[in-house]
Structure formats: C-alpha cells, structure tokens
C-alpha cells in the first residue's frame, strides 16, 4: 500500500494542469506517520507522500532523462510524471525511483487519471489521506 496525502495529490494535478500539454516530472517524499496530523489510524512508521520538490523546467537534461538531478536522490523517495498524452503507466522514462504516481488527463483524482506503480511498473493499492506534516517555518 502507497500513502499520499490528499494536498499533495492536489497540488500535483495542478502542476500537471499548467504544464499541458507538456510533460512534468518531480520529486516527491514522504513523512512518517506520527508526524502528520489526521493520519491517526496508521501505524507511527507508516511512510506518507508529502511534499514535492519545484520541477525544474529549463533543465534540459531533465526533459531527456524524465528526474530532477538537482534533486538529492536520498531525500526524494518517489517520483511524480504526468503524461499528457499516455496511458496511465510506467514508461522507461519513468523508472528512475521505487514508487512513481503517474497522472493524466483530465488531472484528477479517480482511478483512472492518478496511480502509483513500482519500478517494475506494476500498479500499486493507493490510499489517499487527509492528513497534514507538521507546519514548517522559513525563520532559522
């Protein structure tokens, strides 16, 4: 089973949406648990997808091989690609991480728009939670 919150789903169909018909790939990665506020019916270890990393657009080398390489790979443990104009799959050019949420149009949230899929491409059982990670300040 994959957890991914609903604001993170929601703000990856809006990156999906602005970028069509173009291709959008990004970082995505996860929370424990009992960190989050609402995901009190999963155990305390539970990894839940949260946060993203701004797709890098101008990056050429990330158009050609589908990953944000600015991104360290040990703090993105998934990865995000819409495919504008695909089947709701893995493609080779998607394989670079152990869970892949893929999306396409009409960028929601129903079965056959958003999934999650291994690195072999097998789909993945996705939940969608309400929770939130704990509030993040800018101030050091």
Sequence with gaps: MVYITRALVDVLLDLANDADPNRVTTGVSVTNASELEGADGLPPETPVFTDFYLPNSGNAVNAVFGVDLSTPARQAQGQFVSHPVRELEVTKRDDLAQVIF????????????????????????LEIIDAEPPAQSLAG
């Excluded at 129903?110 to 789909?123: I, L, Q, W």
Aim: proline share 8%.
């Design 102 to 125: 893929v999306a396409v149009p009409p960028w929601t949230t129903d079965d056959d728009s958003f999934a999650a899929f291994g690195r072999d491409g097998e789909r993945k059982r």
